[in-house]
């Protein structure tokens, strides 16, 4: 088990310069979003791991072709907390 808090914590901060510094549709964004998604699913916080995995899929589904894996992968995640 890891110490989620302090992932948030990083994650947050690391989002905050990304925002300031990206456009809002920038891939990484997306990587970001998705990472803390992932960990509110791993904490059991479904809807708040959603909410980010969310975000993460509407930016990638603007920036990348519609086969990349990483939108697969972000909707099979998407799919994976829906199911909890």
Do not use: W
Request: net charge positive; aromatic share 8%.
């Amino acid at each position: 088990m890891g110490d989620y808090s302090k992932s948030l914590e990083f994650y947050e901060k690391s989002i905050k310069i990304k925002e300031t510094s990206l456009p809002p549709n920038h891939p990484n964004l997306a990587i970001s979003y998705g990472n803390i998604g992932q960990v509110y699913d791993n904490m059991g916080n479904y809807s708040k791991a959603l909410s980010f995995l969310e975000k993460a899929l509407a930016i990638q589904q603007k920036t990348l072709l519609p086969s990349h894996p990483h939108i697969k992968e972000t909707m099979r995640r998407i799919n994976n907390v829906k199911k909890v």
